[in-house]
């Protein structure tokens, strides 16, 4: 009985020592990660520093400063009208025109390639008229050389 009693015992201490090993276990932590979403690898870093300019103040645009660029035409209108003329240019320009009626029937003669201005000052000179743009309105303004305001004695 006593061997009983110390079987029991034993077999009762075992019980114990196992129940208590295994509640001392800390509990596993499972990590979840994010499924992977991006392509190509990324972009090789080779250098984190940057030039940068000091803070100044930022210049005005101003129309003075920039150069006015004129785009090179060939104009060829062997025989032609004053009014016939100055349409074609503001056409090719994208302008507006403004002649009077009495100049637009002379006949000019011209065939050349350049500026837009040196187009317009030749049809002037062949025409005998003053003719000028008005780049701000875009308009092509022609008047009479005998309407052009004269200082006296000039």
């Not at 009985?1 to 077999?11: G, V």
């Not at 992977?36 to 690898?41: D, E, L, N, S, V």
């Not at 009014?83 to 002649?99: C, N």
């Not at 029937?105 to 187009?119: F, H, L, N, S, Y």
Request: net charge neutral.
């Amino acid at each position: 009985m006593k061997t009983r009693l110390a079987t029991r015992i034993a077999i009762l201490l075992l019980m114990v020592g196992v129940g208590t090993a295994c509640s001392d276990t800390q509990p596993v932590a499972v990590e979840y990660y994010q499924p992977a979403y991006r392509t190509t690898p990324p972009e090789p870093v080779y250098n984190r520093l940057m030039w940068s300019h000091l803070p100044k103040p930022i210049a005005p645009k101003t129309a003075e400063v920039a150069p006015a660029l004129l785009p090179e035409v060939e104009f060829d209108m062997p025989d032609a009208k004053l009014g016939e003329a100055i349409e074609a240019l503001a056409q090719t320009m994208g302008y507006r025109w403004h002649y009077p009626n009495k100049v637009a029937g002379r006949q000019i003669k011209i065939r050349m390639e350049g500026t837009v201005e040196d187009v317009l000052k030749e049809i002037g000179r062949q025409g005998n008229v003053y003719a000028q743009f008005d780049h701000e309105h875009r308009l092509i303004v022609v008047m009479d050389s005998d309407m052009v305001p004269r200082l006296p004695g000039s």
